[in-house]
């Protein structure tokens, strides 16, 4: 079946690099994707990346992909406490009814002054 | 540009209650919508979801319902809350060709 695994927390210092990881079933997924939620707020799209691609980078974010290990993750540099969020990976399999997106659990990242 | 609402903010109701949330969508045509619910334990679960007016699938049976009166109006019901029914409504829009998904600011339910 599909699902989408990811862990739950995650601490860093504000200056260093942020890393969340994702592993996802799937491997027709055709795009992954991060969405990040602030507390009592929707989810807000980051970045995704086509399945075709090992890497995007946007500004201080880099997503890496393994399709091989079917493992995305999301590396965050130079982190801000403005980043404390829970970020979301999603996957939109091949053979998708509707446009529908299936999500992890979301990691909880903290980060401490 | 794009943009989701919805309505209201924040809900508290009590037990056997009736229920609509409303979330309507602008600068776009012939979206998919779609309900989530996000409980305590954060994760979202798809309740919902519509690709045109009329059309409305059900992902997990319950006590809500959805309908789409409108092209870019999608309402969630129902006739009587339940406790387990709190939660964080999340409502989204899409296209379907790039499965992209856009989120709306969300409706806090409580349920006494």
């Known amino acids: 079946g599909e699902d989408v695994e990811q862990s739950l927390f995650l601490s860093v210092r504000e200056g260093d690099s942020s890393v969340i990881n994702c592993t996802y079933t799937?491997?027709?997924?055709?795009?992954l994707y991060w969405y990040k939620q602030e507390p009592g707020a929707g989810l807000q799209l980051l970045t995704y990346?086509?399945?075709?691609?090992d890497m995007k980078q946007d500004q201080r974010l880099t997503v890496l992909l393994n399709k091989k290990d079917k493992h995305l993750s999301l590396r965050i540099a130079d982190t801000q406490t403005g980043d404390s969020a829970i970020y979301f990976c999603?996957?939109?399999?091949?053979?998708?009814?509707?446009?529908?997106?299936?999500f992890g659990q979301g990691t909880e990242l903290s980060v401490k002054p | 540009s794009q943009t989701i609402h919805q309505w209201p903010a924040t809900l508290v109701q009590p037990v056997g209650s009736p229920l609509s949330l409303e979330c309507t969508v602008e600068g776009t045509s012939n979206p998919n919508l779609y309900w989530y619910r996000q409980a305590a334990g954060r994760g979202l679960q798809l309740l919902f979801y519509s690709v045109g007016i009329g059309q409305i699938s059900s992902e997990v049976p319950q006590n809500l319902s959805a309908s789409r009166p409108q092209d870019r109006q999608f309402i969630l019901s129902s006739k009587k809350l339940l406790l387990s029914d709190s939660g964080f409504y999340l409502c989204?829009?899409?296209?379907?060709?790039?499965?992209?998904?856009?989120f709306g600011p969300g409706t806090r339910l409580t349920v006494l």
């Open positions: 999603a996957e939109s399999p091949l053979d998708n009814q509707g446009g529908k997106l299936i």
């Open positions: 990346i086509f399945s075709n691609m």
């Open positions: 799937d491997s027709s997924s055709t795009y």
């Open positions: 989204a829009w899409g296209t379907g060709g790039l499965d992209t998904q856009y």
